[in-house]
């Protein structure tokens, strides 16, 4: 495929209260950067992300969605994330069935204590979606900018 | 392309004024001034913001009124919730007019007129109201009987009291549900209230209110001898389209938007009971 | 008559397909036809007709309205209406055809829908006569003659040629653009063909089936009918019948937010969805029982009455293929006039 | 067959243990079946059948017909009672008001296939020896009737009765079915090639709902997809992405609650192969969190309201199968 190297993805990443939206934080005040391309939207516990978000999230324009949570275990919610672990499995499965680029879609465990690691895989997660290129098997044609 | 009646237009609200707690009178005009379009007393408007939904609301504001149009609007849906909480200034989307309209150029010339209203079924009444006061020569005895569930429910009170009251020339009786400390007004239902004034037969009855309302002083009106053929009264169903063609307003084989939404009695009989 | 063999409909095709879009019902799978825009080598299907009706060409599932603009308390209108180019629909059945002329009653009224007017205005009904009905077939019901179709142009098929009719000036300019390919044909073993689906439509199993027993003057009798509660028992409420039917013409009307901008659009609504008259403050249909009863009531009683008795259904049989549950028209109308 | 369940719901009616039937009633045709509620011996003598036509899965009018008053009598195929064991365990149907007699299954016929024969005009069907003689308006044809058999049943998976107070016949055992072949077919396409599998079936959806209201486990009282406030309220796909997107939500929400029972691929005016999504899950709840079916019993955990702490992580998606 080929790389549009002036096409800059929107990432929409949703991020648990406790832990990955706090480490998104700490990359912040650690002034790690991370990749503008993300735009985060905070929920109460990464189970909160209804698979209804992350279709509408690519609707309305997204090109990659990550999900972050605390780490299995340690959910403030005590199980909350195991059932994220599952919903999300067979989410990214069906998207993956369908066709959808596999490379748009990821789950990470990102912990309040683990500022270079948002970073990081914000990082990464920037540069394979812009690999893959504009969404355009989930896209909704009326949103797009002409 | 001609103008398509699915397109709308621009209106500004340039006054808001808050009647009871659930209830907002909006004032309307064109971008340029002046009304959007001319209408009659009883026909409605699609009023919309875009992205939150549309519906159709009855003018309120009477014909004679060459400046403005007036909306009543009750709070109690996604888009009147939003129509609720803009400022003035703002621009909302208009497009009618649509349905039929009272017949105050045609059979109720002359006549004797009584208006029975309930809380916010003033609202297209009241259009009526203030086009028959500007053409008063036209009509005989004018009764206005208006209920609602408490004084501050009252839509247009102020009105009622500063002009409709101070008119010699229209008689206004008021009522509340319950009683209330600083009325001194009657207390009861409606259409009790209408048995206990017994108006004379000779008028023709305008109502309009909740459903339940207009099913029990219909069923008064008939006890003092009023005929189905004496009373109009105004509906309200979903609509879409105003037209007559979307489907959704259609009892029998009327289309309440284009039909409607004024009827008399005696010609709702002739339609199924499903509104 | 005119006619071209059946073998050259392709350079026919092709022809008329290089100066108009050109659209024809063809086989997307074994036993379901759609009409396609015609791209050459496209064949015709053999199905008697397509599973969608041909209402989309006029009164699409979906189109826009309008677009706005919201910049803080302003609102821009944009009116976003398009002459729309010329286009041909080749193949409509006898059924679908009729059904524009119930359509136009409804949009063509005052005040005129301009979406709807400006394809019509632009499109031309090429019909093609029946040959082999189906089961389902009962448009004789209605007054059709499916091997005479309406239509701007008529179109007959012998088994080994096409012949073409003008019913229209706008379908002889059809023929007249064509005309290089046509030459003139014998017509007698057409006759023979007409004569012999003739005889096909007498043994239809719902050749009897009349609609002498309805009209606009039935409403109370009907419509209080006991036996809408047996009939709706089982319905489960989809708008699948709504949605293949060439009449049904029903819409809404949304908002979506794209982000930039609001697009009004319709959509093709059914009164068997159960929030079609749903307001904020209740529903006047509440069971599917009244909005079973809306829709078939609409197309006996409530259509006729105002379309000097014309009713809304003309017969196609989509609805008693398609329904989940199997439950139509026709069990509707031999139901209410048991008695 | 049809004999001896008209017998036996004559009798059930005639002592009182149930005051209504639910089945299957005849139509116009040979092939058109309504389901249908019978409350006396007259309408059943008159309308009851039971033939290879009567596919419809009646459990879900259980959902309103437990909510009247009195006791109804179901006559249940094997599949449809993996359906009813599921609604059961949703609390979707009161189990003392129904009087479950479990009755052999199919396989039944698909008129469709019929007609994608070329066969038209079909005035009646006979099953003669598996061979379908078939008297049309055209004359006599014939077809095997394994060619005839409807989709789910031709990859059925059960003939058990899971849930039954009765049997008129003799229960059947699970089967080794191969209902995961064609969605194992699809997993080992590209990416590309699936994606233009779906968007060609997806592109005939009408948005007719006959497949969410026909499932079994779509009981919701208010769909999101009909409730304006949720934001994807929509009447017809306006954009091919709403499509996908009613089709995903759908599929995920009867994910580990749908017993495959098929019947919203049998409903689809436009043939899409709905199940293939439901397999989906289906197989990959089984590979990843160990064999489950939905509707076999009516109290086990549902994969998607369950989890054990080593899991896998929705990074073996990627790892799996073809990009």
């Known amino acids: 495929m080929q790389v549009n190297e002036n096409f800059e993805p929107v990432i929409v990443a949703f991020c648990c209260n406790w832990c990955s939206y706090a480490g998104a934080d700490l990359s912040g005040t650690n002034r790690l950067n991370y990749p503008t391309n993300v735009k985060i939207i905070r929920v109460p516990c990464s189970c909160r992300v209804n698979p209804m978000f992350i279709l509408r999230a690519f609707q309305k324009g997204a090109d990659g969605v990550i999900i972050c949570g605390c780490h299995p275990g340690d959910c403030h919610y005590t199980s909350g994330n195991y059932f994220t672990r599952r919903r999300i499995t067979l989410l990214y499965s069906m998207l993956d069935f369908l066709g959808i680029e596999r490379n748009r879609t990821r789950l990470e465990w990102v912990s309040a204590a683990e500022g270079a690691k948002f970073a990081a895989t914000m990082e990464q997660f920037t540069a394979d979606v812009k690999a893959l290129g504009p969404n355009r098997r989930l896209e909704d044609l009326r949103c797009r900018k002409q | 392309m001609n103008n398509d009646t699915l397109i709308p237009k621009i209106g500004v609200v340039t006054d808001i004024r808050q009647d009871t707690p659930d209830v907002k009178t909006f004032r309307v005009v064109a971008p340029e001034g002046g009304k959007v379009f001319e209408h009659m007393p009883g026909q409605c408007a699609m009023l919309s913001m875009p992205g939150v939904g549309e519906a159709m609301f009855s003018i309120t504001s009477s014909p004679t009124n060459k400046e403005f149009m007036e909306f009543s609007i009750k709070k109690c849906g996604c888009l009147t919730e939003w129509l609720h909480a803009m400022e003035v200034g703002q621009q909302i989307t208009i497009r009618g007019p649509y349905g039929n309209a009272f017949p105050v150029e045609g059979d109720l010339k002359g006549k004797d007129l009584l208006f029975i209203a309930g809380g916010i079924g003033l609202a297209p009444l009241r259009s009526v109201i203030n086009y028959v006061r500007d053409n008063r020569a036209n009509y005989g005895d004018v009764q206005v009987i208006y209920g609602s569930r408490s004084k501050d429910d009252l839509v247009d009170y102020k009105e009622i009291i500063d002009e409709w009251m101070a008119d010699p020339n229209i008689r206004v009786d008021l009522t509340i549900d319950n009683p209330q400390e600083g009325w001194d007004g009657h207390v009861g239902f409606v259409p009790n209230y209408v048995k206990e004034l017994a108006p004379s037969t000779s008028k023709t009855v305008l109502v309009c209110g909740p459903p339940i309302m207009i099913k029990f002083t219909l069923a008064g009106l008939k006890e003092l001898g009023f005929t189905e053929t004496q009373v109009y009264t105004t509906m309200e169903l979903r609509m879409k389209c105003g037209v007559g063609k979307c489907g959704r307003c259609n009892i029998g084989n009327k289309y309440v938007c284009k039909d409607g939404p004024v009827f008399r009695f005696d010609q709702l009989g002739e339609l199924p009971d499903e509104y | ?339 | 067959m049809q004999e001896a369940m008209i017998k036996r719901a004559k009798e059930l009616l005639a002592d009182g243990s149930v005051d209504r039937v639910i089945g299957w009633k005849r139509g116009e045709f040979a092939y058109d079946i309504t389901p249908a509620v019978f409350t006396s011996a007259e309408e059943l003598e008159r309308d009851f059948v039971f033939d290879d036509f009567t596919a419809a899965n009646v459990s879900k009018y259980l959902v309103k017909e437990t909510a009247k008053e009195g006791k109804i009598l179901a006559f249940l195929k094997p599949c449809d009672t993996y359906s009813f064991n599921q609604l059961i365990k949703e609390h979707r149907i009161d189990r003392e008001k129904v009087y479950v007699v479990g009755i052999p299954g199919g396989p039944k016929l698909d008129i469709e296939k019929i007609k994608a024969k070329g066969i038209t005009g079909v005035l009646s069907v006979k099953n003669e020896d598996y061979t379908l003689k078939i008297e049309t308006l055209y004359g006599e044809e014939t077809m095997p009737f394994s060619e005839a058999v409807l989709d789910k049943c031709a990859s059925c998976k059960s003939k058990k009765h899971v849930a039954y107070d009765e049997l008129i016949g003799e229960d059947g055992d699970v089967l080794e079915s191969n209902r995961f072949d064609m969605v194992e077919k699809l997993e080992n396409m590209t990416a590309q090639e699936r994606f233009d599998f779906w968007r060609g079936q997806f592109s005939k959806c009408i948005r007719c709902n006959a497949c969410r209201n026909v499932c079994p486990a779509c009981t919701c009282e208010n769909c999101v997809f009909d409730n304006p406030k949720s934001g994807i309220d929509n009447k017809a796909a306006a954009d091919s992405f709403e499509e996908n997107m009613f089709h995903i939500i759908r599929a995920f929400h009867v994910a580990g609650r749908c017993t495959d029972c098929g019947e919203c691929s049998r409903v689809c005016p436009q043939h899409i192969p709905l199940h293939l999504l439901n397999r989906k899950f289906i197989k990959d709840i089984n590979e990843l969190y160990g064999e489950y079916q939905a509707g076999a019993d009516t109290t086990s955990r549902a994969p998607l309201t369950d989890y054990t702490k080593d899991d896998c992580e929705p990074s073996v998606v990627h790892e799996r199968g073809v990009e």
């Open chain 3, 1 to 339: 008559m005119l006619k071209i063999s059946k073998s050259r409909l392709g350079e026919l095709f092709d022809a008329v397909a290089a100066k108009q879009t050109l659209y024809i019902p063809t086989d997307r799978e074994p036993g379901a036809a759609e009409y396609k825009k015609y791209e050459s080598g496209m064949e015709l299907t053999k199905e008697l007709n397509t599973v969608r009706s041909a209402k989309d060409f006029f009164f699409p599932q979906t189109e826009n309205l309008a677009d706005f603009k919201i910049e803080g308390k302003t609102i821009e209108v944009k009116d976003i209406r398009e002459e729309c180019g010329d286009f041909v629909v080749f193949g409509v059945r006898a059924c679908d055809a009729r059904s524009f002329t119930i359509l136009d009653k409804v949009f063509l009224c005052e005040p005129v829908d301009s979406f709807y007017k400006n394809r019509r205005d632009h499109g031309t009904v090429v019909t093609m006569a029946c040959s082999r009905p189906a089961e389902t077939c009962f448009c004789q019901t209605f007054g059709i003659d499916p091997t005479s179709p309406e239509g701007d142009a008529a179109c007959f098929d012998d088994g080994e040629s096409i012949f073409f009719k003008a019913n229209t000036e706008k379908g002889q300019a059809f023929i007249d653009s064509i005309a290089s390919l046509l030459e003139e044909g014998d017509t007698a073993k057409l006759d023979e063909v007409n004569a012999k689906t003739k005889e096909i439509m007498a043994k239809l199993p719902l050749a009897k089936l009349s609609t002498g027993n309805f009209g606009g003057d039935k409403l109370n009798e009907y419509f209080n009918s006991d036996k809408w509660a047996e009939l709706s028992e089982a319905c489960l409420g989809c708008g699948t019948c709504t949605f293949v039917c060439p009449t049904c013409q029903c819409y809404d009307i949304r908002d979506f937010n794209t982000g930039h901008g609001i697009k009004r659009f319709r959509c093709w609504d059914s009164c068997m969805y159960s929030d079609f008259t749903k307001m904020a403050h209740g529903n006047p249909r509440l069971t599917q029982l009244e909005r079973f009863r809306q829709r078939f009531m609409h197309k006996l009683v409530y259509f006729p009455a105002n379309n000097n008795g014309e009713f809304g259904c003309v017969g196609c049989g989509r609805c008693l293929a398609k329904c989940p549950i199997s439950m139509n028209i026709v069990k509707v109308m031999k139901a209410l006039e048991e008695k």
